[in-house]
């Protein structure tokens, strides 16, 4: 356990000695900091896992990290904003979160694209009850449609790893940036409701002729 220690704050030192060689001041946000060693304690912890575990901790992963930056850009109390993401809300499902991060510009197409494939990708490890792996035919074939994995990636594990940390990467960004989006600015009621009021007068006297 020791050894494992001495192992995991090797790699955060590596890690941080090349975030500090890729960025052009060694003032890195502390937050920015704390982001990049999680990731890097839960890729060590992918590499542990067998395929199907690898494959539902990296989409539960992704599915937090979207979920975060969805409700940090969202408007409204705490209360309406979790609604949303309830049993029976419009963004209850991985899909549904994804297709409006798209829609909304939070999220790139090809983004998109490899989100929705990794999640298929979970959807067959966690549904079947056959022993299956990234070798089998169909998740091979989805592994083979992905954009973002990097071109050293050899196995399809590899593939869908490196795009896993590609999303993980960005989202995490995006989410150190995010901010809210502005709410519209309210109108006086009551000239709402005058005006409003003299559209319908007219409109009903108009109609009738």
Known sequence: MADEHISEQADYQRIISLIEQLLPTKQIPTNFMDAALKYMAFRSELLKESDRGCSLLSVSYLDCLLEDLLKAKMLGSQKHVNGLFE??????????????????????????EDFQIVRKIRNEFGHSFEIIDFESSKIKSYCNNFKLHVPTAGTNRDKFISVISYLAGALNTYLLGAAKYSEPKEMDLDWLKSSHAHFMKFAETNLRK
């Open 87 to 112: 049993l029976n809300g419009p963004l209850a499902t991985l899909s549904s979160r994804i297709l409006i991060s798209y829609s909304l510009g939070i999220i790139s197409k090809y983004e998109m």
